[in-house]
Nanobody
Framework: QVLLVESGGGSVQAGGSLRLSCVAS????????MAWFRQAAGKEREFVAG????????RHADSVKGRFTISRDNAKNTVYLQMNSLKPEDTAVYYC?????????????????WGQGTQVTVSS
């Protein structure tokens, strides 16, 4: 069983920054890719960013490219999402997820463990 616990969400004004963290239980964290997804009210869950098992390869959705950065620290079993220049349209519940393999993809079905989510609210 893998437990993912997110933190770092909150309310911020447009243009501000937040850093999300996700701590994973278990000894095989470094064997799997990790990703962040988000789900706004009334919308489907969407891919935000993913990172390979080594951290050498990352992918970011076009909507956040240049503003958000995913990273990981395998020694701490933690994946991060640095969010800068936040916009009201970034408002959503953000979820951390563990991939089924070593490479991050953008489909929900490619992930088998999910955190409980953390709310991010950006006001204009």
């Amino acid at each position: 069983q893998v437990l993912l616990v997110e933190s770092g969400g909150g309310s911020v004004q447009a243009g501000g920054s937040l850093r999300l963290s996700c701590v994973a239980s278990g000894r095989t964290f470094s064997d799997y890719a990790m990703a962040w997804f988000r789900q706004a009210a009334g919308k489907e869950r969407e891919f935000v960013a993913g990172i390979s098992w080594t951290g050498d390869s990352t992918r970011h959705a076009d909507s956040v490219k240049g503003r958000f950065t995913i990273s990981r620290d395998n020694a701490k079993n933690t994946v991060y999402l640095q969010m800068n220049s936040l916009k009201p349209e970034d408002t959503a519940v953000y979820y951390c997820a563990r991939a089924r393999g070593a490479w991050a993809r953008d489909l929900v079905g490619e992930y088998d463990y999910w955190g409980q989510g953390t709310q991010v609210t950006v006001s204009s």
